[in-house]
């Protein structure tokens, strides 16, 4: 998980969410790509294991477009991180508008194989 330079402008420094510039965790706040202003929520796993990126607006979840932006900032285009829908036993809803990005930092996350989503070859058709 990296926090580049120009993420660290987009860190919140002061208040209760507040963290100094290089810490592995921290909170940001930045435009996003359709417009809203996203607040993203990052630690960078040391003490779990797992990178965790929370991201929400203050309107509506954010939709894909704004979570493939912010996959982006935090972790390389070829690591795969995923959203968990988890057992109804162990499900947390604080705050309705938010969506979060894992990744185990032990292990490599097993992926299924590409045809069962679709057809590379086929593009984007839609």
């Known amino acids: 998980m990296k926090f580049s330079p120009k993420l660290e402008e987009h860190r919140l420094r002061k208040g209760a969410y507040g963290s100094c510039?290089?810490?592995?965790?921290g909170v940001f706040e930045l435009q996003g790509p359709c417009g809203e202003r996203l607040l993203i929520v990052a630690d960078d796993g040391r003490?779990?294991?797992w990178?965790?990126?929370s991201v929400s607006t203050k309107r509506r979840i954010p939709n894909w477009q704004e979570m493939c932006f912010v996959k982006d900032l935090f972790w390389a285009p070829e690591v795969c991180v995923v959203q968990f829908h988890p057992p109804a036993s162990r499900y947390v809803n604080n705050y309705s508008v938010v969506?979060?990005?894992?990744?185990c930092t032990k292990q490599e996350f097993p992926?299924?194989?590409d045809v069962l989503v679709g057809f590379k070859e086929l593009g984007t058709l839609a």
Not at 21 to 25: F, H, K, L, N, Q
Not at 99 to 103: D, F, G, M, P, Q
């Open 21 to 25: 510039p290089g810490a592995p965790y």
């Open 47 to 49: 003490d779990s294991s």
């Open 51 to 53: 990178e965790h990126v």
């Open 99 to 103: 969506l979060h990005l894992w990744r």
């Open 111 to 113: 992926m299924p194989p």
